[in-house]
C-alpha cells in the first residue's frame, strides 16, 4: 500500500492513514475466532448482518437465532454436523450470544421477524430449557426496534411455505437489498431486484396472515404457562 501510494505521489499522513485502514479491512470478524464450528459458508453472512439496519425474517422450524437463549441454541446446534460434540455446540451457541448484542445500544437493528407456531410449539431441550426461551421471546418483543409476529397453525397455507428466509436492507441507499438461504449443507445469496421483491412481498404476506404483535405476545405467554404447569 505504501509502494502504491508513493507512485501516486500521495501526502505523507494521507498514507498513513489510507495504509491504516488498509490494515483494519485485513483483519478479521470477530466470528474467525469460532471458525471451527461455524459453516464455511454461515460467515458471508455474519459479515452482513452488523452492516444492516432492518431484518424481514421469517422462521418455520426453530426460534430465530437472534431471539435464542444460550440453551436453546447449543440444543439446537447439538444436532448440527458442525457442532456434534457438547463443547462444540456450546461454543457454538455463544456467537448466537455475540450476535444479539445488535438488538441493543444506540443504533439496534430493526427486526421485523414472524415465526411459524410449530417452532414454538416444538420442545427443544426440555421444560426448562423452553420456559427460559419464551420468556426471552417475551421479553424482547417489548423492545421497540423488534416486531414479533407469530403464524398460527390456522393461517393455512403461506408464502413461507418453502422454507425460512432473512431479507437484509441497508441504511445506505446504495448497498442492495440480499436475500439469505440458509441450508443444511450451503447457503444462497440473492440480490436481483425481482427475487428480493417476492421475498419481501412473502414477508408482507406473512405479516398479514400472522397474528398481531399484541396477540403474538398473548399466544407465547401462553405456551410459557403450558410449560410452568406441565411440571415436566
Not at 483494519?24 to 455474519?46: H, I, M
Not at 411459524?116 to 420468556?135: I, P, S
Request: with cysteine; aromatic share 6%.
Amino acid at each position: 500500500m505504501r509502494a502504491l501510494l508513493g507512485v501516486l505521489d500521495a501526502l505523507s499522513d494521507e498514507v498513513e492513514t489510507l495504509v491504516s485502514l488498509a490494515s483494519e479491512d485485513r483483519q478479521p470478524g470477530w466470528w474467525r475466532q469460532y471458525a471451527e464450528v461455524l459453516p464455511p459458508w454461515f460467515e458471508g453472512y455474519l459479515s452482513l448482518e452488523p452492516e444492516a439496519a432492518r431484518l424481514l425474517t421469517y422462521e418455520s422450524e426453530v426460534v430465530p437465532g437472534l431471539l435464542q437463549t444460550e440453551q436453546y441454541a447449543a440444543e439446537i446446534l447439538r444436532h448440527s454436523s458442525y457442532t456434534q460434540l457438547p463443547d462444540e455446540a456450546a461454543r457454538a451457541a455463544e456467537v448466537r450470544r455475540a450476535r444479539q448484542v445488535r438488538l441493543l445500544g444506540p443504533d439496534p437493528i430493526h427486526l421485523d421477524v414472524v415465526i411459524n407456531e410449530g417452532a414454538l410449539r416444538r420442545v427443544v431441550g426440555g421444560r426448562d430449557v423452553m420456559c427460559a426461551q419464551l420468556t426471552r421471546l417475551i421479553e424482547v418483543a417489548e423492545l421497540p426496534n423488534v416486531a414479533l409476529r407469530v403464524l398460527p397453525f390456522a393461517a393455512g397455507a403461506h408464502p413461507g411455505v418453502d422454507g425460512s428466509f432473512t431479507v437484509l436492507e441497508f441504511s445506505d441507499a446504495s448497498n442492495p437489498r440480499i436475500v439469505y438461504l440458509d441450508r443444511m449443507t450451503d447457503s444462497e445469496y440473492l440480490d436481483g431486484l425481482r427475487d428480493v421483491a417476492a421475498y419481501r412481498h412473502a414477508h408482507e404476506r406473512l405479516r398479514a396472515s400472522a397474528l398481531s404483535v399484541s396477540d403474538s405476545r398473548e399466544m407465547i405467554s401462553g405456551l410459557l404457562r403450558e410449560h410452568e404447569m406441565s411440571g415436566g
